[in-house]
């Protein structure tokens, strides 16, 4: 298990982190999301004790990370972003080379070390150099470096950056597998993979954290209206009196001519109303045939995009509140001076009287 409390850091007057609290329960797949600059990274490198915050606690399996460092870090497996590695090694000698770093046993490293990389796919290539390996492979290969010597807790930083569609999927498919053994914390910038893979989300931005849930959770909190995707043939343009004939419509946008003739528009309505079953009674009533009709989903993505845009909002007007604040104050200050100087003058004519 991992508990974050009350976690802040800061560089200088800068604060990276604010006061963040979260916690990881053994065996979750939870995703670390966030825009560039939320507090992602630097949130992985406290966990994994790199860096030291500011003030707050962060224990890892009841190690406090700051009092029991090394064993806290015993817990952890760590794959950074960027996979560095060391490229005149093999993915073997660089595997062993972690074992070693880790105090795996000696009489049990050989065993490990074949072990992980039989896990991670790595069989075939063990005796290259890292550097003749493709993008994938050096993901696997750091992947690997992260889970020798079983360790408890294992955090991912961007693990699919700049890999090819294939290799995506590949190392997906290796982080569901790692799930069942692991507890497992995934930072990544692609939305639709915390959404495969993440039981639960987090979400960070401007050192805070603004969402603790699961993605369909989070996608319901935020969904505002119901769309209905639908697909028509429409001779008459009778699709631009349909709000008229069904009046809980709120919009009906088009979208695009297809090659076949027929035209694809989006309706819109508020999130407690379905109307799918209305919408083919009145149709083909009103000489529209219907090619297709579906729900429109709302996505993680367009969760995280509004609870983003709604953090902006909030901050905009609680700066505009305190500018209004401060000119006020600006304002109250100049008065006042202006009434002592016009009480001063007061007292130096009584004065020469």
Do not use: W
């Not at 999927?169 to 982080?175: A, K, P, Q």
Request: positive net charge; contains cysteine; proline residues 4%.
């Amino acid at each position: 298990m991992i508990q974050v409390k009350n976690v802040t850091k800061k560089y200088g007057s800068t604060i990276a982190v604010d006061n963040i609290n979260f916690e990881v329960k053994d065996g979750e797949v939870v995703g670390f999301l966030g825009p560039n600059g939320a507090g992602k990274s630097t949130t992985m490198n406290m966990i994994t004790g790199f860096i030291e915050p500011t003030k707050g606690q962060i224990i890892i399996n009841g190690n406090d990370i700051s009092k029991k460092p090394r064993k806290a870090k015993k817990e952890i497996g760590y794959m950074p972003e960027n996979v560095p590695l060391y490229y005149e090694l093999t993915p073997k000698e660089f595997v062993s080379y972690m074992a070693e770093l880790k105090l795996v046993k000696r009489n049990e490293r050989k065993q490990e070390v074949e072990k992980v990389i039989k896990e991670m796919g790595l069989e075939d290539v063990q005796n290259k150099l890292i550097r003749n390996l493709s993008r994938g492979y050096k993901q696997r290969v750091s992947m690997a470096g992260a889970l020798v010597g079983n360790p408890d807790v294992i955090i991912l930083d961007e693990p699919t950056v700049g890999l090819d569609p294939k290799q995506i999927t590949e190392i997906r498919n290796l982080i569901k597998e790692l799930g069942k053994k692991h507890t497992v914390i995934l930072s990544t910038h692609i939305l639709p993979e915390a959404s495969q893979i993440c039981e639960k989300v987090i979400i960070i931005n401007k050192g805070k954290i603004i969402a603790i849930d699961t993605p369909e959770n989070l996608e319901k909190a935020t969904k505002e209206s119901n769309g209905i995707s639908v697909i028509v043939e429409d001779p008459k343009g009778n699709m631009s009196k349909i709000k008229e004939k069904i009046k809980e419509i709120d919009t009906v946008e088009f979208v695009k001519d297809h090659e076949d003739g027929t035209k694809q528009y989006v309706i819109t309505t508020s999130s407690d109303i379905d109307l799918r079953k209305k919408l083919f009674e009145v149709l083909p009533k009103e000489e529209i045939v219907i090619f297709e009709l579906k729900k429109t989903e709302t996505t993680l993505e367009d969760a995280f995009m509004k609870l983003i845009n709604t953090t902006k909002q909030e901050d905009t007007v609680k700066k505009s509140k305190k500018e209004d604040k401060q000119k006020k104050t600006k304002e109250e200050k100049s008065k006042k001076q202006v009434e002592d100087k016009e009480t001063e003058n007061d007292s130096k004519k009584e004065e020469k009287k």
